[in-house]
């Protein structure tokens, strides 16, 4: 239909256009395919689309003029001459446009007055329908762009401005590591030069989190956790404007921190930007209040940073284990995660056993271990994590296979072991090795049969098996200082993998 009318009418004529909201007449505006445009005798402009034209009166054209596949059909010319023209059907194919019709150059009629917005509706409605509608990206001019301008290629790979708009949030930092299988980094921060940790979740840019890698310079907020300064809130350097609009996009997600820090970012360059300082008040009312939290996390001068732990950790992985030992004594001391301590110590004085070249030395690391542990048992909870971790991480290694059976006994009556059968059997093949060690074969069979009958084709169990039926080859199955060969938690996944299941998590003392 309105194929009709472009080809029939021009800009000015008077016409009468029933559509769904009712009967709109006006002077015409402008009108393509897709829509036409009236401006109302009382002076408002009103556009309706195609597909809400139902029907249309207006003065007979001098000619009538018909799509090429209207024309070429003799029916519908016959038509119109009988039941007259004002009675065309409206239903009319695609035309191309001839010299009376708007000249359309990429989607904008180039020959006749500028549309206007239309449509009447209150702005405080719509945001009661969507709050995010109300701000002002929403009300761009035709043909401006949403995408940042490192994603239309503004900026290079590495945050360098290439061709973009004033001003500008530039870099702070850059990227010396990315693990991209563990999915966390380090930033150098470029004006105090120290490294800040990073995780994937703090990418807060598409363009950055599908092209990480070391090299690309950064925008970023700095925080502290336990382990030190941290990055946050990381992105590629961009515009104001755009930047702007990610964090509205931050906001509509609900991501408040994101929004916020993106908007500091644009007030740290342009403290007077009002859209930014209206933004940064509408995330701060959006967002929720904060969680109650203890009276001590919640004052300022309580707050730990676990400072010496750290030390003691790095020096540790860097295997000066004196220094290491020192500095873990000392976090003890100043109440530093002193349960971590306490079995990363312990790790380290069976290390010290296992590697000792002479009898004298072994009784010695043993000796330093057990009373270690004796005098700090107290900071370790009494729960299953520390009973695997004693049984496993000192007991065993130790060769305390007294002990290190009291302890699995205790373990195999816990409810999340007793009732997972990958569990039950890891700890029954455990118990079974330490029997035989202790010259108890015959329990240790008795074990391995439990154990055989809740998971009858347990290869670690069946190897057990035929050790002690046949003692000749189980040497070959041992180390020098009498301990199973096979690595505890290598066992542990392999047992799981033929149960379906994991036994229960044994923690890494001394992992980072």
Known sequence: ????????????????????????????????????VLRQPNGQICGIASGDVHSFRAETPESVVLPPALAADGEVADLLESVGKDSLPH???????????????????????????????????????????????????????SEPEAA????????????SQQPYVGAKGRITFYHHEKRYGFIRDFESDNDLYFYVQQVADPSLYENLRKGIKVVYS???NAQGLVARC????????????????????????????????VLEVDPDNLGAQDLLKSVRESMPEPKVREEAEADPDSYNPHVVYSQAKKAYLAKNYEQAEQLYNQAIQANEKAESCVKDLVTLYVSKFKQAETDA??????????????????????????????ALNYHLPLLDFARFIDVVNDILEQPQVAEVVSRKVFY??????????????????????QGLDLAPRSRQLLNLQRQILSPEEAGSEEDADGTPSVDTETSAAEAASEQGDAPAAVEPAAEA
Request: proline fraction near 4%.
């Open 1 to 36: 239909m309105l194929t009709f009318i472009k080809l029939n009418y021009k800009i000015g004529d008077v016409i009468e256009v029933t559509c769904t909201e009712g009967v709109v007449k006006g002077q015409m505006e402008f009108v393509n395919d897709r829509m036409i």
């Open 361 to 390: 030395e072994r009784e010695e690391a043993r000796q330093k271990a057990m009373s270690f542990l004796e005098a700090h048992r107290q900071l370790l909870p009494d729960n299953l994590t520390t009973k695997q971790f004693l």
């Open 234 to 265: 990381v992105h590629l350097p961009h515009t104001v404007k755009d930047l702007l609009l990610m964090a509205e996009d931050q906001l509509d997600k609900h991501r408040y921190q994101l929004a916020q820090d993106m908007t500091e970012h």
């Open 222 to 224: 700095t925080a502290r």
């Open 428 to 449: 029954l093949w455990q118990k079974g090795i330490a029997l035989n060690k202790m010259g108890r074969p015959d329990e240790a069979l008795e074990v391995v049969k």
């Open 91 to 145: 239903a009319m194919d695609e035309s191309p446009q001839t010299d009376d019709a708007p000249v359309l150059t990429d989607g904008i009629a180039t020959n006749v007055v500028e549309p206007k917005v239309v449509g009447h509706i209150d702005l405080e409605k719509l945001q009661r329908i969507d709050p995010s509608l109300g701000r002002r990206k929403y009300f761009r001019k035709y043909g401006e762009s």
């Open 152 to 163: 239309r290629g503004g900026l290079d790979d590495r945050g360098d401005e290439a061709a």
